[in-house]
């Protein structure tokens, strides 16, 4: 079934980039739009725009009633959910589909079991995909000690049903984990809407290393090589990088079959991505899959020359994946780094008007923002405002050319990350290649500016 007109439950840069390949396939397109977001680029970019309701996203991203009105009204026939907000709601997509209406990723019941920490696991195991040892649906803290024991210290405690790393803490003992139980259950319940928790071995100075997947409805499931995302804060991704800069080539193979077999094992469609942890010896182990595009999907693209976007349409216009996995090869080498309306020193948002913003340009940049000069950083939203993609023949050339990108990025009238990225480059272990998740945990010395 072709896709005449698509509507975008997302906001900001996703919802450009969606656009972007919409009008390059003649789908016309729809934005849902807050109060709050109203004079943002991609509210004017798109062919039409419905208001949803105020700047709250419980009151507008989030209300699904609202996002399916006005799908209805507009005769859209598809809707894409971007990244975030409910892209992995298993309910909503479910509430599309019962609609008529086309759902741009996999099935609903995929999304609920990978959603699941605690099935993804289980799921995961039954498909020999090594996952971090661990225990399941922890509602005691009593009980929670017993297995961390069995288990062994450290042990990361989560939220079953969480994601983003929100929730997560490490601990290293038993006064620890009994002081820390009622306040993740609590928060998990909040954030959630589910208190069960759940504990997995804390691997210390762990990478953090994903692999893209695709599958059509026929079963043919490819992959499109790893991104190493290890440079993280607070347990979100600050830059990634495809490949990866530090494993071997016999882990990248079998990191990459190992994220074909989990996706072919929930019946998967679409685009998907399969996380691991790999350990300084390189063993590597399940964390979760991502049902949906990713915020770094582009360094993919950058490397493979392949349009995601337009592969997800594909898959949910029903046609079969018209490649095969020896066709897909990676050229060069591509990071990308997210740029934040935020204080680089306490990591705090930093909402307000944009009163300058220049981004970048040149070869191997791409610059994909959902601002411009004069916009309003509303404070309600996630605070990443662009990601600046650099694509080179080799990692060295890439750096470098990293770093006349990121010096010539213009924001003002807002603090950014800028000089947390740029400080970045000048890290001796990433300029090696031969960093971990511990990169950022250190004290950094910022230029003001």
Not at 207 to 227: C, M, N, W
Not at 265 to 277: I, N, S
Not at 319 to 337: C, F, N, P, S, V
Not at 357 to 370: C, K, L, M, N, Y
């Given at each position: 079934m072709?896709?005449?007109?698509?509507?975008?439950?997302?906001?900001?840069?996703i919802?450009?980039?969606?656009?972007?390949?919409?009008?390059?396939r003649?789908?016309?397109t729809?934005?849902?739009?807050?109060?709050?977001?109203?004079g943002?680029?991609f509210?004017?970019?798109?062919?039409?725009?419905?208001?949803?309701?105020?700047?709250?996203?419980?009151?507008?991203?989030?209300?699904?009633?609202?996002?399916?009105k006005?799908?209805?009204?507009?005769?859209?026939?598809?809707?894409?959910?971007?990244?975030?907000?409910?892209?992995?709601?298993?309910?909503?997509?479910?509430?599309?589909?019962?609609?008529?209406?086309?759902?741009?990723?996999?099935?609903?019941?995929?999304?609920?079991?990978?959603?699941?920490?605690?099935?993804?696991?289980?799921?995961?195991?039954?498909?020999?995909?090594?996952?971090?040892?661990?225990?399941?649906?922890?509602?005691?803290?009593?009980?929670?000690?017993?297995?961390?024991?069995?288990?062994?210290?450290?042990?990361?405690?989560?939220?079953?049903?969480?994601?983003?790393?929100?929730?997560?803490?490490?601990?290293?003992?038993?006064?620890?984990?009994?002081?820390?139980?009622?306040?993740?259950?609590?928060?998990?319940?909040?954030?959630?809407?589910?208190?069960?928790?759940?504990?997995?071995?804390?691997?210390?100075?762990p990478?953090?290393?994903?692999?893209?997947?695709?599958?059509?409805?026929?079963?043919?499931?490819?992959?499109?090589?790893?991104?190493?995302?290890?440079?993280?804060?607070?347990?979100?991704?600050?830059?990634?990088?495809?490949?990866?800069?530090?494993?071997?080539?016999?882990?990248?193979?079998?990191?990459?079959?190992?994220?074909?077999?989990?996706?072919?094992?929930?019946?998967?469609?679409?685009?998907?991505?399969?996380?691991?942890?790999?350990?300084?010896?390189?063993?590597?182990?399940?964390?979760?899959?991502?049902?949906?595009?990713?915020?770094?999907?582009?360094?993919?693209?950058?490397?493979?020359?392949?349009?995601?976007?337009?592969?997800?349409?594909?898959?949910?216009?029903?046609?079969?994946?018209?490649?095969?996995?020896?066709?897909?090869?990676?050229?060069?080498?591509?990071?990308?780094?997210?740029?934040?309306?935020?204080?680089?020193?306490?990591?705090?948002?930093?909402?307000?008007?944009?009163?300058?913003?220049?981004?970048?340009?040149?070869?191997?940049?791409?610059v994909?923002?959902?601002?411009?000069?004069?916009?309003?950083?509303?404070?309600?939203?996630?605070?990443?405002?662009?990601?600046?993609?650099?694509?080179?023949?080799?990692?060295?050339?890439?750096?470098?050319?990293?770093?006349?990108?990121?010096?010539?990025?213009?924001?003002?009238?807002?603090?950014?990350?800028?000089?947390?990225?740029?400080?970045?480059?000048d890290?001796?272990?990433?300029?090696?290649?031969?960093?971990?998740?511990?990169?950022?945990?250190?004290?950094?010395?910022?230029?003001?500016?």
């Amino acid at each position: 079934m072709k896709i005449q007109k698509l509507l975008i439950a997302n906001r900001g840069e996703i919802a450009r980039r969606i656009i972007r390949t919409c009008r390059e396939r003649g789908i016309r397109t729809v934005a849902v739009h807050s109060e709050a977001d109203k004079g943002l680029p991609f509210v004017r970019e798109a062919d039409e725009a419905v208001l949803i309701g105020p700047p709250p996203v419980a009151r507008s991203y989030l209300n699904a009633d609202a996002i399916l009105k006005a799908a209805a009204d507009t005769g859209a026939d598809a809707v894409h959910p971007g990244y975030g907000l409910l892209s992995e709601n298993a309910d909503f997509a479910r509430k599309v589909k019962e609609a008529g209406l086309t759902f741009v990723g996999p099935a609903p019941e995929v999304i609920a079991r990978m959603g699941d920490k605690v099935t993804a696991r289980r799921t995961m195991e039954e498909a020999g995909v090594p996952v971090v040892p661990g225990t399941e649906d922890l509602r005691d803290p009593e009980e929670a000690v017993r297995e961390a024991v069995k288990i062994g210290w450290p042990v990361m405690m989560k939220a079953s049903a969480g994601g983003g790393g929100i929730g997560m803490q490490v601990l290293r003992g038993e006064e620890e984990l009994k002081k820390a139980f009622p306040s993740a259950q609590g928060r998990a319940k909040a954030y959630f809407g589910d208190d069960t928790l759940f504990m997995e071995r804390f691997i210390e100075s762990p990478r953090h290393v994903e692999v893209q997947v695709f599958a059509d409805h026929r079963g043919k499931t490819v992959h499109l090589f790893e991104r190493e995302c290890s440079v993280q804060r607070r347990n979100q991704k600050v830059v990634e990088e495809s490949p990866s800069p530090s494993i071997r080539p016999g882990t990248r193979e079998s990191l990459c079959k190992a994220a074909v077999r989990a996706a072919k094992a929930v019946g998967y469609t679409g685009a998907g991505t399969v996380e691991f942890l790999v350990d300084p010896e390189e063993n590597f182990y399940f964390l979760e899959m991502n049902t949906r595009l990713q915020v770094e999907h582009p360094v993919t693209e950058m490397v493979t020359g392949l349009d995601l976007v337009a592969l997800q349409l594909d898959v949910a216009e029903g046609k079969d994946l018209a490649l095969d996995q020896d066709q897909i090869r990676m050229t060069g080498h591509a990071l990308e780094y997210r740029v934040y309306a935020e204080d680089p020193e306490r990591f705090l948002p930093s909402p307000g008007t944009l009163e300058a913003f220049s981004p970048p340009e040149g070869e191997g940049i791409r610059v994909d923002a959902g601002v411009e000069a004069g916009s309003q950083v509303a404070p309600y939203y996630d605070p990443m405002i662009a990601k600046c993609i650099v694509h080179a023949d080799s990692r060295e050339q890439a750096l470098a050319r990293s770093r006349k990108a990121l010096a010539a990025f213009e924001v003002s009238g807002i603090k950014s990350n800028l000089p947390l990225l740029i400080n970045i480059l000048d890290q001796p272990e990433f300029i090696r290649g031969r960093y971990d998740t511990t990169l950022l945990t250190k004290p950094l010395q910022f230029d003001k500016r």
